[in-house]
């Protein structure tokens, strides 16, 4: 059974473009969180996706970002205008009940 | 909102000495603590996990520790090996919602 998969593990934008993450959760998973942390520090909850439904988008900026959870395909966590603060790792993590599993991360850097 | 500070922010230890890292939270609804590994450039690893019905649960040289009274909870490594070596992140949350993560403990096994 392979764990939550995150793609691209490094992605590299240069000011102005635009960035998409992307989480495909646990086999059998059917809730998908999206955290950032910056460097040397904890992971801050950015969203929290069901199938089709944004349940809490309370960590996320209003502007610029946005996340789905399509009903076939993984989650997109999209990023318009990248600047030079959205450079950080995001991860996402998948649950089916409490415990929630992390991918290995998208390591986002703005030039 | 809810907080959770976390103690210390680095820990040295010799190999086969104990390790011990203390949170401290404030909203008395949170019901589940769990405690994530992380190892440079990965993704938080669950390691273990405590609800708000137990006290303690141990798994091998790893336990945690739940005091609800005075709203802290511990992670004990006994025998440490250089392989611990990495930092160690508290969470904790109510069910079905995001975690809200310390700010990790940085954690150096010197053999």
Known sequence: NAGVMQNPRHLVRRRGQEARLRCSPMKGHSHVYWYRQLPEEGLKFMVYLQKENIIDESGMPKERFSAEFPKEGPSILRIQQVVRGDSAAYFCASSEQETQYFGPGTRLLVL | ?111
Not at chain 2, 85 to 101: D, E, K, M, P
């Open chain 2, 1 to 111: 909102g809810e907080n959770v500070e976390q103690h210390p922010s680095t820990l040295s230890v010799q190999e086969g000495d104990s390790a011990v890292i203390k949170c401290t939270y404030s909203d008395s609804a949170s019901n589940y603590f769990p405690w994530y590994k992380q190892e440079l450039g990965k993704g938080p690893q669950l390691i273990i996990d405590i609800r708000s019905n137990v006290g303690e649960k141990k798994d091998q040289r790893i336990a945690v520790t739940l005091n609800k009274t005075a709203k802290h909870f511990s992670l004990h490594i006994t025998e440490t090996q250089p392989e611990d070596s990495a930092v160690y992140f508290c969470a904790l949350n109510q069910a079905g919602t995001a975690l809200i993560f310390g700010k990790g403990t940085t954690l150096s096994v010197s053999s």
